[in-house]
T-cell receptor, first 114, second 115 residues
Framework: DQQVKQNSPSLSVQEGRISILNCDYTNSMFDYFLWYKKYPAEGPTFLISISSIKDKNEDGRFTVFLNKSAKHLSLHIVPSQPGDSAVYFCAASAEGRSQGNLIFGKGTKLSVKP | GAGVSQSPSNKVTEKGKDVELRCDPISGHTALYWYRQRLGQGLEFLIYFQGNSAPDKSGLPSDRFSAERTGESVSTLTIQRTQQEDSAVYLC?????????????FGNGTRLTVT
């Protein structure tokens, strides 16, 4: 039973356009969400996060939106660059649970074409 | 200093053999985590160490899996009597505060292939 779902295994966008990566979750106890980016043969690296008390967090070209009522979050990258091509993982954490136990989605592979 | 270091980077072993994977976390990071990623799957939580607290072993898939950590330093993940379904990339991560809201710093992983 997947608690964090990334239903699009891949996404292809043109350089300069917006990339939108989506993530849905089922556990209403989740109160903190993170996005990680992974290049081949490397470990994931932290990108951006959002607390459930917010609905938006922005960092440069990256913005994460949270819709708690829909249990949905999205990562927007604008403008997209070829170097953004990677696998993006959505992750969630619930306060009170084992605080190390982030639940990850399966990832979305983003390809940004020049 | 350096990031999270894992060794070996690749390991091929025969079914039934034991393997030991090593993780050196970032110095000063109190929390250490093991995840694995099987082909086409997301990251699967295995075990979590936080300071001197008892580790959270809730993600270990079977009693063939065990992990140890010496103080706030090196950790080893041991898989006994390996099976083909154990083939995966095993990722170690560390974080400063040991809280879910503190981003994890991952190593590059150990790719384990069980033949």
């Amino acid at each position: 039973d997947q608690q964090v779902k990334q239903n699009s295994p891949s996404l292809s966008v043109q350089e300069g356009r917006i990339s939108i990566l989506n993530c849905d979750y089922t556990n209403s106890m989740f109160d903190y969400f993170l996005w990680y980016k992974k290049y081949p043969a490397e470990g994931p690296t932290f990108l951006i996060s959002i607390s459930s008390i917010k609905d938006k967090n922005e960092d440069g070209r990256f913005t994460v939106f949270l819709n708690k009522s829909a249990k949905h979050l999205s990562l927007h990258i604008v403008p997209s660059q070829p170097g953004d091509s990677a696998v993006y993982f959505c992750a969630a954490s619930a306060e009170g649970r084992s605080q190390g136990n982030l639940i990850f989605g399966k990832g979305t592979k983003l390809s940004v074409k020049p | 200093g350096a990031g999270v270091s894992q060794s070996p980077s690749n390991k091929v072993t025969e079914k039934g053999k034991d393997v030991e994977l090593r993780c050196d976390p970032i110095s000063g990071h109190t929390a250490l985590y093991w995840y694995r990623q099987r082909l086409g799957q997301g990251l699967e939580f295995l075990i979590y160490f936080q300071g001197n607290s008892a580790p959270d072993k809730s993600g270990l898939p079977s009693d063939r899996f065990s992990a140890e950590r010496t103080g706030e330093s090196v950790s080893t993940l041991t898989i006994q009597r390996t099976q083909q379904e154990d083939s995966a990339v095993y990722l170690c991560a560390s974080s400063l505060l040991g809280q879910g809201i503190s981003p994890l710093h991952f190593g590059n992983g150990t790719r384990l292939t069980v033949t």
